[in-house]
């Protein structure tokens, strides 16, 4: 009887403990979640690309007429602000240099008068009048409207030399230009679909 009562008393002593142990380790991945969640150190969304400053900019109306040159300050904003104005996809391509699928872009058959502005900042990019069928299933342009107002820097994120372009107002991702294009330029810039507004003229 003694005996008996010992080994209950042992077994009660172990499930608590284990109750115990278990549920403050569950307390405990609640708060480090939690904690994760606001600490604004951690949250993506607080992450900044891009360098503040200004850049000189050609200003173009839609129908592609040349307003002139303006300087003007670089668009700099935190992911989360980024995330809000553009939605998922374009976020995902213009902010994170993602690549739409091929035959999916919705300016890739836009075949009307007038230009494709930056989704990002507006800048003028590109101009219908340049705007060619490249077979390659995304929007082609053999030219950018102003060389100002497009960067092109290295990239060889996949183990192979290209030439990213991107809007030199934001920084965002436009494509990349390759050196298989029709005259008079023998370009090819590569553009995606999600980086860009098309504005009729």
Known sequence: MFNSDVGEDVD???????????GAATVAAFLAVLALRK??????????HGTPGEVTIVNFSNDGKNLGRQTVAKIVKPDGEWRRQLGKNS?????????EMPYSGVSLN???RGIFRCICCDTALFSSQTKFESGTGWPSFWAPLAKDNVAEVPDNSLGIERTEVKCVRCEGHLGHVF????????LRYCMNSASMRFMKA
């Open 179 to 186: 050196n298989d294009g029709p005259e008079p330029t023998g």
């Open 91 to 99: 976020f995902d391509i213009a902010r994170e240099a993602d690549t």
């Open 12 to 22: 009660a002593k172990k499930m608590t403990r284990r109750v115990f142990v278990a």
């Open 110 to 112: 836009e075949h009307g």
């Open 39 to 48: 600490s604004p150190g951690v949250e993506a969304s607080a992450t900044v």
